[in-house]
């Protein structure tokens, strides 16, 4: 396993929202309302990357079919029962990443 660095702490700020391709996989690191997110980069309904969704109180919405989902439990009420995929963002210095 790897720890792979994503982005400074200091250039977080709340509507932060970039996506990283790391091992093969799209990620999206998000922070809302305080909170870091790191999410697999696809809305659960058809897979549709969500990196240029609207994130405001504490939800991303897919730009594709506006579907909204929670960035604390990853659920919609919008007809969709898949959620988001989380990673457990890693920290090492002044640096947030993953560990993969």
Known sequence: ???YALERLMNLYDGYCRSFSVAGQSL???QDN????????QCPHQQMPLAQGTISNGLIQCPTHGMRF?????ETKDGCSERLRFLTPSYEGA???VVI
Not at 70 to 74: A, E, H, I, R, Y
């Open 1 to 3: 396993m790897a720890f």
């Open 28 to 30: 999206l690191l998000i």
């Open 34 to 41: 305080g909170q870091r997110y790191l999410l697999l980069n």
């Open 70 to 74: 929670s960035l604390l439990t990853g």
């Open 95 to 97: 640096t947030i990443g």
